[in-house]
């Protein structure tokens, strides 16, 4: 625990609240390593997802975090801008057209000094639970470092905190890890090179996350689906 404010909010000033109030449990937790670079790969179901993993997990966990959270004006975007900045997450800017590029060179900044490094494939949060397809970023930061991706399965903390809402629900949040992935030897068995196998790799991150949730797989993209939503066209059709 290298960030005194971060270890602050986890211990004393939103974790113990956060323990009582959710429950949260976590299983699998001794897949994630003890010491050295890791990527923890999770299903996203609520923003509350960045507080509970950090707060079962005994290691610091920087996440890339949207860039809004820190260019919001106002009193509230100034408390987003000061909170993330404190506890050292990394703002990225999901938009830009060089946001892979950011993505890889934060990570590898991460990775590099043997941390844990987390991270949401899906790009978004779910519109409804289940588990959508997967963006390759996560992927190729592996491939490209070497380290094992730690899948983590969210489990009921979309009912605390659904989209939308801003007061947290008494929900019993839990948390299940699975074994580690190892990148480059997942596709060294299938015989596949980096940039095919960053698909292949993703897509059996979110089968894994499918499995630990117990959440359906959507062969779509989260993001897709919330414009279709928010433009009164429904569900897109699944390919």
């Known amino acids: 625990m290298t960030n005194n404010w971060y270890w602050a909010f986890k211990n004393v000033l939103l974790g113990p609240f956060l323990r009582v109030y959710n429950r949260p449990t976590i299983d699998g937790g001794s897949n994630i390593p003890t010491i050295g670079a890791a990527i923890l790969a999770s299903n996203h179901q609520s923003v509350m997802d960045s507080f509970y993993l950090p707060l079962l997990c005994p290691r610091q966990i920087t996440f890339p975090a949207k860039s809004e959270y820190f260019t919001t ?42 941390e844990l490094f987390g991270i949401y494939p899906e790009g978004t949060r779910s519109p409804d639970g289940r588990i959508y397809r997967g963006k390759t970023g996560a992927a190729r930061v592996a491939i490209a ?60 991150i979110m089968a894994t996350l ?18 279709s939503l928010a433009a009164g066209n429904g569900y897109p059709p699944v390919p």
Do not use: C
Request: no cysteine; proline share 8%; aromatic share 8%.
């Open 145 to 204: 470092t070497d380290v094992p991706i730690i899948p983590i399965a969210m489990i009921g903390s979309r009912n605390a905190n659904p989209i939308g809402s801003w007061v947290l629900r008494p929900a019993k949040v839990r948390i299940r890890v699975g074994a580690p992935i190892y990148p480059r030897e997942f596709l060294r068995e299938r015989g596949l090179g980096e940039y095919e196998g960053a698909r292949a790799l993703t897509d059996h």
């Open 73 to 114: 004006p106002g009193i509230v975007g100034r408390l987003q801008k000061w909170f993330y900045t404190s506890v050292g997450q990394v703002p990225l800017d999901r938009s830009s057209a060089k946001a892979g590029e950011v993505l890889l060179t934060a990570a590898r900044n991460i990775l590099d000094r043997g």
């Open 210 to 227: 499918s499995e630990l949730s117990g959440q359906p797989y959507v062969d779509l993209y989260a993001a897709d689906v919330k414009k």
